[in-house]
């Protein structure tokens, strides 16, 4: 069965300073990789995805992910953090490619501290 | 492209009335929908999944009773909590796609307080 851990609930950086939120996942199928963010009482957004092909994703933000089936891991970077950065990050893997339900981890909430 | 809205965005009712919750995808037809839970600082929970003309599927452990979809339309998946209690209080989120492997689309939300 498919399954997500983020490792650390909460991460406080510096604006300017690199983001890195991490995300590993269990599948028993080449996943569909997701990242989302979520602003306080909203909906959730896609940051950017991976289905097949190059391995590291760019998204919307400034924001990309690296997928590495080796260390099944899918952690998010964003080179320069900005005040508008801090919310809900949510990893999320796809249980099956004919289903289109997703697994979602715990969520990972980003702190920007000018 | 890829809209979708939920109303209410917020609702107060008293215990033991419905409440309907409505998703809607604007600009494109939402073969599937799903409904997911969301309690306070926690991640999504998938309470169910809704294929236009047929019967939700449920997740484990969700009262189909008691959370009724209907799924009328490419473009409206309806929620209802019957008979709502204090602990059916939470924020209900909505997703739609296009087809099976599409990415899901969010709805903003709906925060539903049950006094």
């Known amino acids: 069965a498919q399954s997500v851990t983020q490792l650390g609930s909460h991460v406080s950086v510096s604006e300017g300073a690199l983001v890195l939120l991490r995300c590993n996942y269990s599948?028993?199928?080449?996943?569909?990789l997701f990242w989302y963010v979520q602003y306080p009482n909203q909906g959730l957004q896609l940051l950017l995805k991976y289905t097949t092909g190059a391995t590291l994703v760019k998204g919307i933000n400034g924001f990309e992910a690296e997928f590495k089936k080796s260390e099944t891991s899918f952690h998010l970077t964003k080179p320069s953090a900005h005040m508008s950065d801090a919310a809900e990050y949510f990893c999320?893997?796809?249980?099956?490619?004919?289903?289109?339900?997703?697994?979602f981890g715990q969520g990972t909430t980003l702190q920007v501290k000018p | 492209g890829a809209v979708v809205s939920q109303h209410p965005s917020r609702v107060i009712c008293k215990s033991g009335t419905s409440v309907k919750i409505e998703c809607r995808s604007l600009d494109f037809q939402a073969t599937t929908m799903f409904w997911y839970r969301q309690f306070p600082k926690q991640s999504l929970m998938l309470m169910a999944t809704?294929?236009?003309?047929?019967?939700?599927?449920?997740e484990q452990g969700v009262e189909k009773d008691k959370f009724l979809i209907n799924h009328a339309s490419l473009t409206l998946s309806t929620l209802t909590v019957t008979s709502a209690h204090p602990e059916d209080s939470s924020f209900y989120i909505c997703?739609?796609?296009?087809?099976?492997?599409?990415?899901?689309?969010f709805g903003p939300g709906t925060r539903l307080t049950v006094l």
């Open positions: 997703s739609a796609v296009r087809g099976a492997t599409d990415t899901q689309y």
């Open positions: 809704s294929n236009e003309g047929s019967k939700a599927t449920y």
């Open positions: 599948s028993s199928v080449p996943p569909y």
């Open positions: 999320a893997v796809s249980e099956a490619r004919n289903t289109g339900k997703l697994i």
